[in-house]
């Protein structure tokens, strides 16, 4: 398994609660990661990916026009999708057992509940990289093959998101909004 090398990540945050993005941008800006695009929609989302490759996506569930489910199946299933395989990670305020299975079966690789912790989330896309799952597109099992910066040149060397110096005390980000 390759060391993940968080400064060479490219993320995209999709959020229409643009707060809750920024948040999220700093908490990964000081876990080293560099490159983060932000979206306030789904149609601005494909837009980005469109315009170059991510190593990561992470999307709200609650968000208008499009929610978080809709643009994960639009990004599994569509075949004009420019990311097919890039894993994603749903964050949101609500979260049942129901609904993660519902997310898990757009295509969803994990799911993180708010309000989070930077450590949680951190930690979450550590695993998800790390070791990314099998993604779903349609009714077809894919292999995680997201050709980008993680694969390129092994090996990755890891810088430990646990406990970043700029962030001190680990507070919990609440953006219930979505």
């Not at 430990?160 to 005390?169: I, K, V």
Request: glycine share 6%; charged share 25%.
């Amino acid at each position: 398994m390759a060391r993940l090398d968080w400064s060479r990540l490219r993320v995209l945050v999709v959020d229409d609660n643009a707060y809750f993005r920024k948040v999220v941008r700093t908490v990964l800006n000081a876990a080293g990661v560099a490159r983060v695009a932000e979206a306030g929609d789904a149609e601005e989302a494909m837009a980005l990916l469109h315009s170059g490759p991510r190593d990561l996506i992470l999307v709200d569930y609650v968000m208008s026009p499009v929610d978080g489910l809709a643009f994960c199946r639009i990004v599994r299933n569509e075949a004009s999708s420019p990311a097919p395989r890039v894993p994603i990670i749903l964050v949101s305020g609500h979260i049942n057992p129901a609904e993660v299975q519902q997310a898990l079966n757009a295509g969803v690789n994990a799911v993180v509940g708010k309000p989070i912790s930077a450590r949680a989330l951190l930690r979450e896309i550590k695993q998800t990289l790390s070791d990314p799952p099998l993604v779903r597109r349609a009714d077809t099992v894919l292999d995680p093959d997201h050709a980008s910066s993680l694969d390129a040149d092994p090996p990755i060397q890891e810088a430990e998101p646990e406990a970043p110096a700029a962030l001190g005390p680990q507070p919990v980000i609440d953006g219930r909004a979505g």
